[in-house]
């Protein structure tokens, strides 16, 4: 029994981490879908929206299934940004410079995913999870890079 006991820890870090880092993107989202203008107004606003959705639908999975696995959760802005895996925006940014951010925190969440679902010790249900969560990242991403303009 003692054995077990640091891999359900350490399995408890890495996906108390991944809750964390969906929450601290939903706040980032909000502050850019509340702070955004610009010629793109609209469709800014309703991409930051949707990013939103993504990221609270996904802290909730992934906060429900450690509950499942009998994992405590830690909910307190304290943890969020104890397990940060990238930085917060800068104030008073552009839109371009928001699209610019948000791209690199899309692109370090799902790394960090992506190195998770390689993790043996996690089990394969939670890998599953884990894949669909990188590909709804990596959609994200994919609006986000779309919607900045070519030069």
């Known amino acids: 029994m003692l054995l077990k006991q640091p ?3 350490s399995n408890t870090a890495k996906l108390q981490a991944v809750v964390s880092n969906l929450e601290l993107l939903y ?3 909000k502050d850019f879908h509340w702070n955004t203008k610009g010629v793109y107004f609209r469709q800014h606003h309703k991409m930051y929206d949707e990013i939103q959705e993504v990221a609270l639908d996904w802290a909730d999975t992934f906060a429900e299934r450690m509950r499942s696995l009998d994992m405590p959760v830690v909910a307190t802005a304290k943890q969020y940004i104890n397990d940060a895996w990238y930085p917060e925006a800068e104030r008073a940014m552009v839109a371009e ?3 610019k951010d948000m791209k690199l925190t899309l692109t370090c969440i799902s790394k960090n995913v992506q190195e998770l679902i390689a993790d043996v010790g996690i089990d394969a249900v939670t ?3 884990l894949q ?3 590909a709804d990242i990596d959609k994200q991403y994919y609006f986000v890079n779309s ?3 070519v030069k």
């Open 7 to 9: 891999a359900k820890v």
């Open 132 to 134: 669909d969560l990188c």
């Open 97 to 99: 410079e928001m699209l």
């Open 147 to 149: 919607s900045m303009e």
């Open 127 to 129: 890998q599953n999870k």
């Open 27 to 29: 706040i980032k989202a």
